[in-house]
């Protein structure tokens, strides 16, 4: 089998990807701050981390995926300045921040699973893993790493030199900018929390008793800790935004590489890019949300969505406009047409025929997961005159084990049947008159429905009505 080639940020290069452990890929994903509704931004980065999972699984790999929930500790200035995300978004509601986690770990869930992402082999809170993470502050503290000041536990970035190594850094010319908090006492101005004091004079919800007295974790320090307990000290793929790339990955790899003394901590760090809306990052701060319910609202089914994310590599921005969402949701509808024809299909399937195009679909996939190339492949194989039916079909089966389309069951826009109680009860009544054999009466009512333009297929499933 030819390799798998990712581009990694670390070296910024195409790299040919091999596991530290023979077979087995142990891969680190960050997941959402669940204060608001997860939209399909947010969504966009789990389908990529979902490709590359497929991907890993083609190559015949066994994988353990960690994805985090981030449900404290998320402050809304990323200079440990602001608030914490999760219990602004409590008292503006009036409610908990267990109780708004929860909601929006819910949603990001069920919205995950519709879009065809697998499961990860672990899931993972940081509320959850406290004292992991009380423990690794205490390891850089032993080390002589952190400082305390009356804000906090902090770490201190002059004992780790490699700290603008990774994001490519000019910290001198950052002093001023956007990324600089001016929180009293820090030494470098790039120090960041590990564990943070309430601020005097207000009752936080979420917090802990600690070596360091009453608080909470730092953003960064639940990544190390978690990933460090499931994946050990050292790990193969390490994936999230590209927002990530200059604080959040950065004092990841400051924390973990210093407390465990390992280099590279993460051999292969991938970033997936961006979806705009109305020329800006979709974001929970803008507010220029658009989330997967909205869509389904709109007729447009959730894989729909995933077939419009397979339309970019996940390097390229996208940008998602009215326009472009119809014509994948088209698209899509085509492809799910050609399959129900096609797995029908009976007949000899000369394996030598399929070669070319599957060795053209997994090049693709391994070519830092082109998954355009490879939907581009996959409409070849469609429309492919040289293959019978048969043929067809062991290919797009084949090749939706990487696209996740659910081509093996869904069903087009034009056969799906809408619900009208009205007519579902005449449809009904039908069945019953035919299940009798009283034609004249299922006749009657056939003719009722044709009348208002409504057709009934009957399948092996039982009849489904549609209009047109
Ligand atoms: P957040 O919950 O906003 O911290 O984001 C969780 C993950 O989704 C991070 O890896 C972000 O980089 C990613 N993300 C947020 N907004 C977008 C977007 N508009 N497009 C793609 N990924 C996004
Ligand atoms: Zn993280």
Request: a negative charge; charged letters at 30%.
């Given at each position: ?7 990694n ?16 890929v ?19 980065s ?41 219990e ?36 993972c ?30 770490f ?94 950065t004092?990841?790899i ?27 990052k979709?974001s ?11 869509l ?28 472009a ?7 899509y ?9 096609l ?26 997961l ?20 048969a ?63 409504i057709a ?13």
């Open positions: 089998m030819q390799p798998l080639v990712l581009y940020t670390r070296t910024r290069s195409k790299e040919i990807f091999e596991p530290i452990e023979e077979r087995h142990r891969v680190y994903t960050c997941g959402p701050t669940v204060y608001a509704p997860q939209h399909i931004g947010n969504l966009r789990q389908l990529f981390a979902d490709l590359l999972k497929r991907a890993l699984l083609a190559q015949g790999y066994r994988v353990t995926h960690v994805i985090n929930i981030t449900d404290v500790g998320h402050l809304t200035d990323d200079a440990d300045a602001g608030e914490d995300k999760m602004r978004a409590a008292a503006e509601r009036g409610t908990t921040a267990r109780e708004i986690a929860e909601q929006y770990t819910d949603q990001w869930l069920r919205d995950r699973e519709r879009v065809g992402c697998l499961s990860p082999e672990v899931l809170k940081a509320t959850e893993h406290i004292a992991e993470q009380i423990s690794l502050i205490e390891v850089l503290e032993q080390k002589g790493l952190s400082y305390r000041i009356e804000d906090g536990i902090y201190d970035i002059s004992k780790f030199p490699r700290y603008t190594e990774f994001a490519r850094l000019d910290l001198e010319a950052q002093v001023g900018g956007g990324r600089i908090g001016d929180v009293p006492g820090k030494r470098n101005s790039a120090d960041f929390a590990l564990w943070k004091f309430p601020a005097s004079g207000t009752l936080r919800q979420q917090e802990w008793d600690s070596p360091w007295g009453r608080g909470f974790p730092g953003w960064h320090i639940e990544c190390s800790a978690m990933s460090r307990k499931y994946l050990g000290n050292q790990f193969d793929i390490h994936s999230g935004g590209v927002d990530h790339i200059g604080v959040h990955h004092n990841e400051a924390q973990s590489e210093s407390a465990d003394d390992v280099h590279p901590w993460v051999r292969f760090w991938l970033h997936g890019e961006f979806l705009d809306l109305r020329g800006k979709m929970k701060s803008i507010g220029n949300l658009c989330v997967l319910d909205d389904i609202d709109r007729g447009i089914a959730p894989l729909a969505f995933r077939y419009f994310s397979l339309q970019a590599h996940y390097r390229q921005q996208q940008t998602f406009t009215d326009e969402i119809e014509s994948a949701a088209t698209g509808d085509r492809l799910v047409a050609h399959a129900a024809e797995r029908a299909a009976r007949g000899d399937c000369e394996v030598s025929k399929l070669e070319p195009l599957r060795e053209r679909f997994w090049d693709a996939v391994r070519d830092d082109n998954a355009p190339r490879a939907l581009a492949v996959t409409w070849e194989a469609v429309r492919s005159e040289g293959l019978g039916a043929e067809r079909w062991a290919l797009l089966r084949e090749f939706d084990v990487f696209l996740g389309l659910d081509l093996q069951a869904a069903i087009p826009r034009s056969q799906i049947a809408e619900s009208d109680p009205r007519i579902d009860a005449l449809v009904a009544e039908r069945e019953a008159a035919r299940a009798r054999r009283d034609f004249a009466e299922s006749d009657r009512i056939r003719d009722v429905l044709a009348a208002e333009g009934i297929d009957d399948t092996p499933d039982g009849p489904r009505w549609r209009r047109g």
